[in-house]
Structures are given as C-alpha cells and as structure tokens.
C-alpha cells in the first residue's frame, strides 16, 4: 500500500477585478487529514514580497477524479499569518450569514455557463469570420453545431466521480458555450462545490489544449453572454406562493447592490437583448426569460417552489451572490412575515 496519497489544494487568489482559481499540490501521509499550509501571496495579488506568506485552511475536499486511486482535492480559505480571514476570502462572510439565516433552509441551484477558446478564437469557430447566426446550436448536435462536446462530458463525469451535485449539462445559444448546473444544496456546498467544479474544468479543458472562460461577454455583437443563472429558495418559498413574491420584492429594493456584485463586466452582458434585462432596470416574472428574476412555470402553477435570480454573470462568486440573496431576502422576510391569513388562504 502506498504511504501517501496526493492532496491538490485549491484556493481563490486576489486577481483584480475577476479573482481567479489557483491550485498546487502536496503529499499526505495516509490516514491523516491535509494540515494548514501557506503559499507564495506576492504572486498571487495577496501579500507584499516583504510579508508574503498566506495561510491555507482546508474547508471542503474530495476525492480527485483527475489522479484517481486516494487522491484529494482540497478546497481552502485563505487567512493571513495572524489566522483571520484575508480580505479576499469571500468564503468567510458567507460562513456568518449562512449561519445567521439557517432557519429559512435555504437552497441553491448555480447554472454555470463558460465558453471554450481555442487560442484566439472560440472552440470550432472558422479562421476567419462567424459561424451561422444564433439559433441552431443551443441543445444541439452534431459536428456543424457542438464544439467541444468530449471535454464537456468528462467535466461531468469527474465531477461525479468527485462527489459533487452535479445536476447537469447542456450547449448554449452561442457556439462553443456550454453550461452545468450545481445543486440545488445549502449556501456553502454549493459556493464550494461550485468552485471545485470550476477548477476541474480548467484543469480537464487543459488536457485537450482548450481554455475555458467564465467572461461574461466573450464575443462582443449578436451572440449571447456567459451567465450564472442562480435559483433560490427557503422553506417558506416551498411552501407559499406568498413568499416568492416577497422574494422577488425584495431583491427590486437592493437592485444597484446586488449588480455592483455580480460579476465584473456585468453591463456588457445584461443589455436587455440576448434574454437578458438591462442592468439598469429590474423587473420580475412568471416563465420571463427578459426580466431580471424568473419565476419558472411550474412555481406559478404549484403555488410555490424557487426562483430564478438571471442577473449573475459566469464570472460571478458564488459566495458572494449567495451571501447577498440571503442576506437580502430573509432580512425582509424576518422584517415582515407574511400575514397568517394569506398563508392559510393558500395552505388550503
Ligand atoms: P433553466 O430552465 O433556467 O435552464 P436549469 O435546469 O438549468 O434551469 O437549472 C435549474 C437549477 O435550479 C438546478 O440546479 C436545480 O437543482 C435548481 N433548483 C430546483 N429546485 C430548486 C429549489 N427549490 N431551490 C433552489 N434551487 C432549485
Ligand atoms: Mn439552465
Ligand atoms: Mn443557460
Ligand atoms: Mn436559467
């Protein structure tokens, strides 16, 4: 039996203004958890060359789908040297309000979209000029309309392999655009989950010379962004049809914050063409894949289930977004119950 097993560790580094992934790996003595380590924060935009080092706090890990047999990939925050969270640790504050709002048992489902580069260009797209318009290639097949397909698939199963909640893939409007989707889960697994996920994608795409993008607007003109379409609801929005209402309420009143927040490049991509609503506005509504949040078809005719926040761009943070919908809609939701007679009225 081997005596150690590989632990890759996967942090969050201070890339201005789209923080990116980074990840490096250590040998475990069998049996044994991976420890705290440090890294190099002067070449990560985290630290000054003089004070350098940064801690890493193992927070998630799972099995690595990549290297196979006991190996681990380990998610971490990142601390300074004195143990307090770095100021790019976005993980951290969602720890507080996710412990803060666990009553209202909130879920989540991200819908992760990212594009694939070959060089220069999209995956799949000719040396010179456009492919044909928009319009065949969203959940389509073959050769002329899906680039990347092998990539896409093995993303999927190792997430599997991982232990993720992985619920899905499809190709997207524009070609060489893909999505996945993870969860629904609690606000942390699925931040978590998300960001592992990320880094397997990266880390797969790698092997075929791909690239994979989260920028929100890759082609500019008359292809559709990259979003992370982000579903939400607590137990009262399971429920009472009163309260995905209230949800969506509230999210109105916290617009301008929620968008500072949802992605750098966010005005490129919410332009209210390519079924998104502008940046500048907010609306809400039943099946509107046009409105800022969607209350899907199937929620209105229940009378109750989730919503469907359309605002975040791909290059989002999902510890950020998550953090700023909870904290937006329970808050109103504890400052204002519904009154009881309106949940009577539709507990019938
Ligand atoms: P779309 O129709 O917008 O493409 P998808 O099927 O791609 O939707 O993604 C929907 C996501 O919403 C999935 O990840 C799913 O797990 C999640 N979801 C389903 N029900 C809930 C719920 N009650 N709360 C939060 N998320 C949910
Ligand atoms: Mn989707
Ligand atoms: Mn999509
Ligand atoms: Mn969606």
């Keep these: 039996m081997k005596s150690s097993y ?27 958890e991976p420890p705290l380590w440090a890294f190099d924060g002067s070449s990560t935009y985290q630290a000054t060359g003089d004070r350098s080092d940064c801690v890493l706090k193992p927070v998630f890990s799972c099995a690595d789908p ?11 925050e990142v601390l300074l040297a004195d143990m307090s969270p770095h100021p790019t640790n976005k993980r951290a504050p969602l720890v507080e309000v996710a412990k803060r709002f666990a009553s209202h048992e909130p879920w989540f489902g991200i819908e992760q979209e990212y594009t694939l580069f070959d060089g220069a260009k999209p995956l799949g797209w000719p040396e010179n000029g456009f492919p044909a318009p928009q319009g065949g290639y969203y959940c389509g097949v073959g050769a002329d309309e899906v680039f990347g397909r092998p990539i896409v698939d093995k993303h999927m199963v190792a997430c599997m392999d991982a232990g993720l909640s992985i619920a899905g893939i499809n190709a997207e409007v524009m070609p060489a655009q893909w999505e996945f989707q993870i969860g629904a889960l609690s606000p942390l697994e699925v931040a978590d989950q998300l960001w592992v996920a990320r880094w397997l994608l990266y880390r797969i795409a790698e092997d075929f010379g791909i690239n994979a993008t989260l920028y929100p607007k890759p082609v500019k003109g008359d292809w559709n962004g990259a979003g992370a379409h982000t579903n939400f609801s607590t137990k009262e929005m399971r429920e009472f049809f009163d309260y995905i209402i209230k949800a969506c309420e509230a999210l109105g009143e916290r617009h301008e914050l929620h968008i500072a927040n949802y992605g750098h490049a966010i005005e490129e991509r919410l332009t209210g063409r390519h079924e998104t609503c502008s940046y500048k506005e907010f609306r809400y509504g039943v099946s509107d894949r046009g409105a800022s949040v969607r209350i899907p078809w199937q929620v209105a005719r229940n009378q109750k289930g989730y919503i469907e926040d359309r605002r975040p ?4 943070d999902p510890y950020v977004t998550t953090r700023l919908i909870l904290e937006t809609v329970c808050t109103a939701f504890e400052r204002r119950p519904v009154a009881a007679h309106a949940q009577a009225a539709h507990a019938r």
């Design 66 to 76: 990549v290297r196979g047999g006991d190996n681990r990939l380990v998610l971490c």
């Design 6 to 32: 590989i632990a890759e560790y996967i942090w969050i580094d201070g890339t201005v203004p789209t923080q990116k992934v980074r990840s490096k790996a250590k040998t475990v003595p069998m049996g044994e």
């Design 313 to 316: 761009n791909a290059n989002a």
